[in-house]
């Protein structure tokens, strides 16, 4: 059972083969249940950097997330958010076991 209410959905989207043309094909979908805040905040990403987040992402347990993936999420309106995670990290609880992963993109 999470350990906050997930009443959205994200899809991730990993990475296929390569192109032939410096790009690569999308490859598996894999449909989640999330939690998603709309917020405009600054974050450090994995090489140190700080930039700008537009969603934080909550999703259970350790979820197989990778910087390579694109997040595509929808709101109620039919706004999209559609891009690769800025920051990857497991909320994890008093036991040391990972509770949440809060990806922001």
């Known amino acids: 059972m999470p350990l906050i209410p ?8 990993k990475p296929g083969e390569d192109d032939g043309w410096g790009g690569t094909t999308p ?10 805040t709309e917020t405009h905040e600054v ?6 950097d ?7 992402i909550y999703v259970d347990g350790l979820a197989d997330v990778t ?22 990290a497991p909320v994890r609880g008093i036991a040391g076991a990972s509770l949440l992963t809060k990806i922001h993109l």
Do not use: C, F, W
């Open 6 to 13: 997930l009443k959205q959905s994200i899809t991730i989207t």
């Open 27 to 36: 490859g598996e979908e894999v449909e989640l249940s999330a939690r998603v």
């Open 43 to 48: 974050v450090t990403n994995q090489h140190g």
């Open 50 to 56: 700080e930039m700008t987040s537009t969603a934080r």
């Open 67 to 88: 910087y390579a993936d694109t997040v595509l999420y929808a709101d109620e309106l039919g706004r999209t958010i559609d891009k690769e995670p800025i920051s990857i």
